[in-house]
């Protein structure tokens, strides 16, 4: 398995490499530049000129493609021109936020999907399955910026059960209790919003997939034996029926890292995502660029932790 | 805010694409400077708020900028204040570096100016340091107060002032105050390009008085022409200049002297300031403040709940359904901004740094631009489309300066059968449904207009439809806020399609209008120059302006100038409003009132909610 490892991180390189040029390009053939909204007129157009020299705007776009992957690959992706912050820096202190809130949502959704998943497919067609693909329906329909508001009006607003925006409560002291407490509260509504969204596509799958495995040759050779109902769902059906979904699962953390984007707005909640949008409409190319390389790898690497887990559930399947 | 900047790029909708806002460093608002400085008569507390008329209407002067104060304040208290934005503040702390507005309203709770201004944004004597011109009107010696103290307990002293200048001259500086405030400092231009060790132009001649000489004495100068930031150089001294933004004495501890000090920051989200006991003006009333950045969208409801007090900005389009929010006072003010319509005259010759007026371009004949006014029925805009809290401008000084806005100038009126009369005399003759031009040829204007906020569009097709209505074939593009500058000629490249634009700008505290109108102005985007403006602009700026009679005549002798011309006109002057707590005392939004952040009080412990 390692070699796997090994041999498709290899072929990530070139991967990333042209992702990079591609990014790099379309970046650039963005109309204006970081310096085009500074519209200032007390402020020299030569004095922004000089600027955009000293930036490098002004060179071909190989020359300033070399001169960002050459630091790049060191580690150094530049300076954003917004936050006069090295952008690794700057990206460090979003990715947290990021991460946990993903984090989060994954365990909700997965917490949410299998239960529900279990029970429409293993009851299809009884009053609990048109509940429970009823709610799928809405899950799909509702658009997810919607539906976070209206989470965010009843159980931040109206029932105030929930902190509205924010990471964090303003004050409280790093590294303690309370600090963890408050961050983990902060979360809880935006995960669920999220999470109630997202679980929608993966509760579906698991039920077909139930209710597929349920009609196999090999379940009813199972009965035939005579194992419980219970020995059957767990063993034989559940287990063949979560292949899809940890086959998923890889490209789900890709999914959610992109997906928190209107969810770290309408809360609030400093993340890449906002980060990703605020800066694509400045024109903050570096910040944009390192995001973008950054979630592509991510997506490169969710794609492998996919098969790898696949390998893992499914004996039948092995990577050589 | 407290920024100095002259002229600010507005985009149409506020709420939507804050982001773009900030990248032009501000959305030009300015109406929520929670310091301002001391005016001889703060306007008197009217009934504010009034409920709406029968039509559905408001209007600004119903609004007062200044909170009712009811009921007896509390001792200490803690108050919290919402950031309205979709993005993080940037956390560049320090009014030498920061470029965003959102940074500038973290800014404002600790730190502030040297120099206050009055309600007509001229320089007061009673700010942390004072004042006084030499007989030229070229040399300012400034003193600061024994009681100005930094928050560490340092003094605050005019070698501080100083470094603050020899930190934004530095060709190592990487942040976006250098401007021509900088550049009209003996000095300063040779220190810049480093062919001097210091500037030559600032003496410190004692601990707390410093003396600046200016290349040129204009009015300017006493309206926001002097940098009265210090930094404080007992901290940045040994840094690096390029280092210092990204420090944490920027970042994590920012330091100012102003009535609150940071206790801790959560970066982009939340700050909680405690009171500056040690404050010049006195203590504080408030123990506590705490900012924290809200989304556009959550605004009423963190309102109606009491979740916030204080507001920077209120997106005006949502206050018709919500003017009566019960535990709210809603404070109003005219926002020193105008939309306009602008008209392609020529060019801009980067070569010789000037406007390049193209005598047969497209838009180049007054009657059609005269016409294309006339067809236009601003007053309904302002009515339909944003309940009156924006309504038809007149002229290019808005009332937001009330000393130079020409009231008396009706600007053109909407009248389309006269818009036709004019285009029929002038040889724009209809050929079906669209007229041609004098020489027979077919004539098509392309109009390019901002995105942004759900009023854009319908807008923007509006004033299509009208122009349509007056026989003129105009074509219309929607384009994002970079594309839009980009093609009108913000870098100096004019897209030879555009003929017609909308767009905003919010101007400074300072009136001439050089920096948007004059002959080496690259943002002059209509192109357009004559002799008789530069003779006004000149004469604006000159020493026989430090008259102020003398300067109103001048300006408004400009302002009917563009009335005349027209190489833009505005359509709407706007509202700026700002929902208070009902527990809030000695608030006022707005410049010169008088009333400073140190006496902000609260009436009780916990806010008001609004009943339903």
Redesign the interface.
Known sequence: MWKTVARRTVIMIPQIFLLSILVFLLAKA???DAL????????????IEAQRERLGLNNPWYVQYWDWITKAVQGDFGQSF?????VAELIG??MMNTIWLSLATLVLTYLIAIPLGIISGRYHDTWADRFITGYTYLGFAAPLFIFA?LM??VF??HF?WFP?????T??T?PGTWAYAASKIYHILLPALSMALITTVTTVQLLRSEIIDTKQKDFITTARAKGASESRVYNRHILRNSMLPIAAFFGYEITGLIGGTVFIE??????GMG?LF??SI???DFSVVTALVLLYGAASILGALISDLILGIVDPRIRIK | MKRKRLFLPLILALMVMLAACTSGGGNGNGGNDPAPSEGENSPAPTESAKPPEDDGLYSIEDFSNVKKNEGEPIEGGSLTFGLVSDTPFEGTLNFNFYSGDPDSQVLGWFDEGLLTWDKNYVYTNDGAATYEVSEDGRTFTFTIRDNVNWHDGKPVTAEDWLFAHEVIGDPKYDGPRYDSNFTNIVGMTEYHEGKADTISGIEVLNEKQLKITYVQSTPSLLTGGVWSYPLAKHIFGNMPVDKISSSPEVREKPIGFGPFKVESIVPGESVVYSKNTDYWRGEPALDEVVLKVINPTTVIQQLESGSVDLVDSFPVDQYPDNADMSNVEFLGNIDRAYTYIGFKLGKWDAEAGKVAPDPNAKMGDVNLRKAMWHAVDNDQVGKRFYHGLRWNATTLIPPSHPEYHDASNPGLAYDPELAKKILDEAGYKLNGDYRTKPDGSELVIHFISMTGGDIAEPLARYYVQSWQAIGLNVQLEMVEFNTFYDRVGANGEDDPKVDVYQGAWGVGIDVDPAGLYGRDAIYNFPRYASEEQDKLLAAGISAEAFDVKKRQDIYKQWQQLMVEEIPVFPTLYRAVLAPVNKRVLNYAIGDGTGIYLHQLAVSQDKPFVAEK
């Open positions: 963005m109309p204006g085009t909204g500074l519209l200032d007129p007390s402020i020299d157009p030569a004095a917004r936050f006069k912050l090295p202190q979003r508001l965010l009006w931040g607003f105030g509205t925006e924010g990471s964090v303003p004050g002291k707005s309408i809360f609030s909640y400093p906002e949008l605020s409409s400045l024109r």
